[in-house]
């Protein structure tokens, strides 16, 4: 993993959420406020903003930089959770280097948003998309697949984890004020950490 890549894993991103908008918003108007599609699309476009400031010197430094950027420009929750994460990301990434220390990377994001936000899998929020990705993207490396077909492997399970979030009642964040009634919808903060995973296997593809 390059900087090169890690630039276009961010900016691919970016894309993505903008493009489900409306998608990510209209989940979060069915358990929350409404604002996480255009919370995140702001916030994306400020991580890319932020990473063009200054040449990022390594992949690490240009996911600190999004993280940075993602703070200061995403409101509510999700701002806090997934800076957390990419700054966490970018300092375990460093360097760069081969498919393992991108899994190190992502297991420390996971990590970051865990202890910040104190939520586990099954509370029906990133974790239940983060936690599976996680495991597979690790899962994969371990069997000796290269970086695109590890970060398909993750995506995949991140779709897998966000499709599982519709039975659950939401314990964390706004959705949990809710009860019983945040029961029956996809998570709006797992689906698009489904955007971001996929955002990595798309610009890793051969
Ligand atoms: P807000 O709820 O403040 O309006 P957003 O709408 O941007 O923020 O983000 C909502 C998403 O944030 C939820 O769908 C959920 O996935 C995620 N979230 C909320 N609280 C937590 C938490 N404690 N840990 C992990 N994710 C959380
Ligand atoms: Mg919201
Ligand atoms: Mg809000």
New binding site residues.
């Given amino acids: 993993m390059d900087t090169a890549t890690t630039i276009a894993w961010i900016t691919r991103a970016a894309e993505l959420v903008r493009a489900d908008e409306s998608r990510l918003t209209a989940l979060?108007a069915a358990i929350?406020?409404g604002?996480?599609g255009a919370?995140?699309a702001r916030g994306l476009a400020a991580a890319v903003t932020a990473m063009g400031e200054k040449e990022p010197e390594s992949p690490g430094k240009a996911l600190i930089a999004a993280g940075r950027g993602l703070v200061a420009k995403?409101?509510?929750?999700?701002?806090p959770?997934y800076g957390t994460g990419f700054r966490r990301a970018g300092k375990e990434l460093g360097d760069g280097g081969d498919v393992g220390q991108v899994g190190a990377a992502l297991e420390a994001m996971l990590r970051g948003?865990e202890e910040l936000?104190?939520?586990t899998q099954g509370?029906?929020?990133?974790?239940d998309a983060l936690a599976p990705a996680v495991v597979a993207f690790q899962e994969a490396a371990g069997n000796g697949s290269d970086l695109h077909a590890a970060a398909e492997a993750a995506a995949d399970a991140a779709d897998a984890g966000l499709a599982a979030t519709v039975p659950l009642q939401a314990r964390?964040?706004?959705?949990s004020y809710l009860g019983p009634r945040s029961v029956g919808h996809e998570?709006?903060?797992?689906a698009s950490t489904a955007l971001i995973l996929r955002a990595l296997a798309d610009v890793t593809a051969p």
């Fill in positions: 979060d929350g406020d604002d996480h919370n995140l995403t409101g509510g929750a999700s701002g959770l948003i936000g104190g939520a509370d029906k929020t990133i974790i964390k964040g706004r959705a998570d709006p903060g797992a």
